[in-house]
């Protein structure tokens, strides 16, 4: 079977882990038995990303991110997806000038919400994402409305992401939180929560969510093997 080959802009270790292994894994059902398609991964420390982030530099983060993509061009990446929702916002930068096509992960998760007819989703992930545009905008182009939680929920919820999840640390007193957040979206008429952090659905458990939750990280390798296959 002909593939594209996946490159994978990577920003964080553990959303980035997850993503690749969901691709591995999944592909089985289309190609077979241990075969997936060819896939690549680049990142940059962490560290060099938030530098940029915390001061809102997107077009350091920009620069960044089509570093990454000219080295997985080079190793023979075809198309490319980012398993970190915050660095989007760097997007509108990044796409002009890439070598080679992407896929948006909002976009994707928009493409999903759609699919099963939610009118309005919750967005959990850091701050700089909760705050910002980047499926805000996506959103309300597909006339898709969204929530955001209250000031001191975003802090608790950025502090657990980057002292806690980051780190491969998963507590139940977390996880519990983050299903009190959730309650307080359906409370406002969501349909569903987007996991906007790509460590958040290592902590959310689905079957024990509030929510139906629309889970960005495995959406988007999904998203990125279908393409990789010739899948529509």
């Not at 001191?152 to 980051?166: A, N, Y």
């Not at 406002?188 to 889970?215: F, R, S």
Request: glycine letters at 6%.
């Amino acid at each position: 079977m002909k593939t594209k080959h996946i490159g994978i802009v990577a920003c964080s270790a553990e959303g980035a882990a997850l993503c690749y292994r969901t691709i591995c894994k999944e592909a089985a059902e289309y190609m077979g038995e241990h075969n997936h398609p060819e896939i690549t991964m680049h990142t940059h420390p962490l560290s060099r990303y938030m530098v940029y982030v915390r001061k809102k530099e997107w077009e350091n983060v920009s620069r960044l991110m089509l570093s990454s993509t000219a080295i997985l061009k080079q190793a023979g990446a075809e198309l490319a997806i980012c398993p970190d929702n915050t660095i989007h916002e760097a997007y509108p930068l990044v796409e002009p000038s890439s070598p080679i096509p992407w896929l948006h992960i909002a976009e994707e998760i928009a493409r999903e919400a759609s699919k099963n007819n939610y009118g309005k989703l919750g967005i959990t992930g850091t701050k700089y994402l909760m705050t910002g545009p980047v499926y805000s905008s996506i959103l309300e182009a597909k006339n898709i409305g969204s929530e955001i939680p209250e000031a001191d929920d975003r802090e608790r919820i950025d502090d657990i992401i980057f002292s806690e999840l980051v780190n491969g640390i998963f507590s139940e007193n977390s996880r519990l939180y983050f299903n009190e957040v959730i309650q307080k979206f359906k409370d406002k008429g969501c349909e569903a929560v987007v996991l906007g952090c790509t460590e958040i659905p290592l902590l959310v458990d689905p079957d024990d969510c509030p929510l139906p939750v629309l889970d960005s990280t495995r959406i988007l390798a999904r998203a990125a093997l279908k393409k990789a296959l010739g899948i529509e």
